[in-house]
Structures are given as structure tokens and as C-alpha cells.
């Protein structure tokens, strides 16, 4: 019996503290227990360790012990590329026929193009789940040089429509750009469809369904759904295109609403996903917003704790220790509890993704590939205070959000090009 126990250990793929496996990381919340890599003089070498080429979109890569896997667009296909994280060199391939944009695309196609959903890795399986922005939904094992295993089209099984005009801005749809979410024994995606429900559950392992939401409200345009418990119940907060609103997973009442709190945005850019922390999820959005705003759950409601000028574009906020970090044209660090303004600086643009290291600094990802080190509030309560920088690493958006695993930053821009520092 022990024999088979190791050999069951040994086989079982497993998550190691330096893996990225995640929409924001190995917990989804931008923070990760690996250390920023600053010495007290200097932080990354000079050149990149490795470059590569992986296709349009702004999907952001996912790190497995030495692997590392990219979505992209080329050619009228989308490919899923693992590469060895140490040299950047092809492992494995595999592509499936799909448009550049979704079939109800609507305005600034020259900004965006390909896949923007980032694939999420199962640890118990192996499986990596991806989704196009045209709603081609697949499961493909890793362990066996992606061999699909199942897939359906989420446009040609639950009709979603084109997102509607709801404010007066002109009307945009990005297609899918959610990333799905495994929870137990389901994969969790944001589906949108307004006859059968926003958000549906899949069996993780065949693709068939097994329940969903009651909320029936299109889909937003965020990077991803984000888990939170509440009053000790298993939950998962989406932003759709009309609400903040928190889904029950429990036995019994799973798919159910505990609350919504309203909140619609011009062009349907809902970008910056919903940030979690305890009872609360912090979002934030410019347009019609302008405003970063902290709401708390109960299983009866949801209240607004405080409203604060501070927006963002495409970063959601990372909390940490007390603060709300945000990289939308500066940086900025705002207080948890009140929503006031602790410091601010540098500059990101539209682009930006920050993740927060266990050493307390924040990195910084924005404008066309400008990387940075900033100091965390602990080390810096009073003031912005940038360590390290290397800036246009590319020529054009660096909407993927930023990677770190195993010491290794993935950088990666709209085109497609990856740079990785260590």
C-alpha cells in the first residue's frame, strides 16, 4: 500500500509555490509568495533570459513548474503554445480554426485582437481550460502534449447576443474575455446568456453542465471571475455588464444571487475585474464611473463602504496589507478601510497589471511594455518610490497582465511578443 501511495504522489501533478496557474496568480489575487528578486542595488539582468513570438490577444501566460503555456492568434487560428520556462523553447502545440474577433464584435478592433481570456490550470488533472473570444470553450490534458479532450462553443449553445447600447456611448462588444475559474469538480465560466444564465457550471472533466446562475445578465468585459466567501459560504463575484453581483457555490443553493450592486459602464468596458478581500470587493472604472468603490457582502445584501475618485482601465486592484494598489495612468496606493489616498506616482497609461511580492514591493506592467519596482506602503508609507524600471521592452499595448513564477517575469504585449526577465 505504501508503494502505490508514492506512486500516486508522484503521478498527481501538483501546484509548487513559484507556479502562476491563474488569472492573477496562484490565489487570483495579484499577490504571490515568491520575492521581487531586488537585491538593495539591482534587480533583473540587463537582456531578456529568453524572447518568443505567440500570437495576437491579450490573454496573459500561465506558468507550470517548467512549462509555460501562451494563447494566441495567427493565421485564422488561435494556438496554444507550451514553452520550456527556461529557454523559451516549444514543447508542444495545438490550434483550432477561429476568427480574429468575436462574431459580434463591435468597435476598436485596432486596439485589440485574438484571444484576451487567460487559460486556467487544473492541478488534480493536469487540464488547462481556454476560451476564445469567439466562445470556443476547450479542455486539453498537458500531460498529454494537449490532447483535447472536450470543447463546445458557448455563441452556438446558449445564443448570446451582441452586448447591448445601455448608456450613450457608442455600443462595444470585445467578444469572451473572462477567464474560467475551477472550483471543486466544476469549471465556473461566465457565459452571459440572458435565457439560461451569466454564469454557468461545467463538469470539469467532460464539459457537460450542471447548473446555472439564476442572475441572467450579459457578461462584462473583465479578465476574470474572483472567489470570496461570505458568512462562511463559498462564493464567486462576477462583474456583468449591468452588476457587481456574488453567486452562491454551496450544496443546495448553488447558482443562487446573494447580492447585487449596480454598475454600468460606458462601451460595456467593465475591464478592471472585481477584487476581493474578506467581505468586500473593491472595483474600480473611468467612462461614466470615474470612481473606485468598496462594497460589502452579507448573504442578505450588498452596502456600499465608500466611493473614491480613483479609476482604472484594465488593472484590477490588488489589496494588500491594508492598501489598494492600482496602475491606471499612475500608480497609486489607497487606503482599505477609508478609501483616501495614501500616495501616487509614475506612469502606466491605459495598460497596467500590478502584483505584490512577498518582500512587500509591488511590480508594475503598463504603456508599451514598462516594467517596474516600486515599493510597497509598509516600505514606503508616505510617498511613490521606484526602485528598478525597464521601459518599451515592445512597440504596442501591453494589456497582458504580467507573470511572475520561479523568479522568471513573462512580459508579453497585444501582438504577441514575450520577453522574460530574470
Known amino acids: 500500500m505504501r508503494i502505490a501511495l508514492l506512486i500516486t504522489l508522484t503521478l498527481t501533478p501538483t501546484l509548487r509555490g513559484a507556479d502562476w496557474p491563474h488569472w492573477r496568480g496562484p490565489n487570483r489575487t495579484g499577490v504571490t509568495d515568491e520575492a521581487s528578486g531586488w ?4 534587480w533583473l539582468a540587463d537582456k531578456p533570459a529568453w524572447t518568443a513570438r505567440v500570437g495576437e490577444g491579450a490573454s496573459s501566460p500561465v506558468v507550470v513548474g517548467e512549462r509555460v503555456f501562451f494563447l494566441g492568434y495567427s493565421d485564422g487560428k488561435d494556438t496554444l503554445l507550451c514553452l520550456s520556462a527556461i529557454d523559451g523553447k516549444q514543447l508542444w502545440a495545438q490550434s483550432y480554426k477561429c476568427p480574429r474577433y468575436g462574431r459580434h464584435r463591435a468597435g476598436d478592433e485596432g486596439l485589440y485582437s485574438g484571444p484576451s481570456s487567460t487559460p486556467e490550470y487544473e ?4 487540464f488547462l481550460y481556454t476560451l476564445s473570444t469567439d466562445g470556443d470553450l476547450i ?3 498537458t500531460n498529454a502534449d494537449g490532447k483535447r479532450l472536450w470543447s463546445k462553443n458557448l455563441y452556438d449553445d446558449y445564443k448570446a447576443a451582441r452586448r447591448p447600447k445601455l448608456t450613450p456611448a457608442p455600443q462595444r462588444d470585445y467578444g469572451y474575455t473572462s477567464s474560467p475559474l475551477v472550483h471543486k469538480d466544476w469549471l465556473l465560466v461566465e457565459v452571459g446568456s440572458t435565457s439560461s444564465g451569466s454564469v454557468i457550471a461545467f463538469d470539469k472533466k467532460t464539459g457537460k453542465e450542471v447548473w446555472a446562475s439564476e442572475l441572467k445578465d450579459e457578461a462584462g468585459h473583465t479578465g476574470g471571475m474572483s472567489p470570496m466567501t461570505v458568512e462562511g459560504v463559498p462564493c464567486v463575484a462576477v462583474l456583468t455588464q449591468r452588476n457587481l453581483a456574488v453567486i452562491r457555490l454551496d450544496a443546495g443553493n448553488t447558482g443562487k444571487t446573494v447580492a447585487s ?3 454600468v459602464t460606458d462601451f460595456a468596458n467593465t475591464i478592471a475585474g472585481p477584487a476581493v478581500h474578506s467581505d468586500s470587493v ?3 472604472a473611468d467612462y461614466n464611473h470615474r470612481a473606485m468603490v468598496r462594497v460589502r457582502f452579507t448573504l442578505k445584501e450588498a452596502t456600499e463602504v465608500w466611493r473614491a475618485k480613483f479609476a482604472s482601465k484594465v488593472c484590477t486592484p490588488v489589496i494588500h496589507d491594508g492598501c489598494v494598489y492600482v496602475a491606471w495612468q499612475r500608480v497609486r496606493c489607497i487606503d482599505f478601510a477609508t478609501g483616501k489616498l495614501k500616495w501616487e506616482g509614475g506612469a502606466v497609461g491605459d495598460p497596467g497589471s500590478c502584483v505584490v511580492t512577498s518582500d512587500g514591493r509591488l511590480v508594475v506592467y503598463g504603456l508599451s511594455g514598462k516594467l517596474a519596482l516600486i515599493e510597497g506602503a509598509k516600505q514606503s508609507p508616505g510617498a511613490y518610490k521606484e526602485l528598478a524600471v525597464k521601459d518599451k521592452l515592445f512597440k504596442t499595448q501591453a494589456w497582458p497582465h504580467v507573470a511572475l513564477a ?12 514575450v520577453m522574460v526577465f530574470k
Open 123 to 126: 492541478p488534480a488533472t493536469g
Open 139 to 141: 479542455c486539453w490534458d
Open 282 to 284: 473593491v472595483i474600480a
Open 39 to 42: 537585491d538593495g542595488t539591482s
Open 406 to 417: 520561479a523568479g522568471r517575469y513573462y512580459c508579453r504585449d497585444r501582438e504577441g511578443n
Open 261 to 263: 450592486f449596480p454598475w
